[in-house]
Structure formats: structure tokens, C-alpha cells
């Protein structure tokens, strides 16, 4: 197959890996939880992810996108997830390996 078509479809060499984060959220007020939202897409950004999924009631089911193999995939995953860890508004996640 072709280098621009391998591309177009993201096989092979061009393949994008990502994980799946699921987690509960503490009861917030207004203010704190725009200030979670603002520290939360924050290191998203800095760990150059993208994101994809939902908050709703207190819970959180994302795919979380770490871009095309050879980027670093696992020490941004893992940059991340430390983070998160840090974050109080967050009781409880989980993620999957990168796939």
C-alpha cells in the first residue's frame, strides 16, 4: 500500500494510539469546578493530547489520544496520568494500556 494512502487511513506507520479514562468526580460549586475544568484541559494541552468523551454527572468516560507511534506515546500517558492523580476533584480513575 501506498505511503499517501497508508496516511489518509492511519495504518501502519501512521496508526494513532490512544487509552480510555473513566473516573468520578467530587461534588463541586460553580467556581471550583470551572477551576478543575481550566487545570484539567491544561495538562491535557500541555501533554499534547487530544480528548474525546463526556463529563456528566459527576463521572468521566474519555478517550484520551496520545498521536502516531514514535511521538513519546507512553511518557506523555504516563505525564498525564500523574497529573490527574494530583488533581482532588478527581476520586477515582481508570485507564487502559495505550492501544
Known amino acids: 500500500m501506498k505511503k499517501r494512502l497508508r496516511k489518509k487511513l492511519r495504518i501502519g506507520e501512521f ?3 490512544s487509552f480510555l479514562l473513566k473516573g468520578k468526580l467530587a461534588e463541586m460549586d460553580e467556581a471550583t469546578e470551572n477551576a478543575f475544568f481550566e487545570k484539567f484541559f491544561t495538562l491535557a494541552e ?3 493530547l487530544a480528548l474525546e468523551g463526556t463529563f456528566c454527572a459527576g463521572e468521566f468516560d474519555l478517550e484520551v489520544i496520545t498521536g502516531q507511534i514514535g511521538l513519546q506515546n ?3 500517558r504516563e505525564a498525564f496520568l500523574e497529573g490527574v ?3 482532588p476533584e478527581i476520586t477515582e480513575f481508570d485507564a ?3 492501544a
Open 85 to 87: 492523580k494530583a488533581l
Open 96 to 98: 487502559t494500556e495505550l
Open 74 to 76: 507512553e511518557a506523555r
Open 46 to 48: 500541555d501533554c499534547c
Open 15 to 17: 496508526r494513532e494510539l
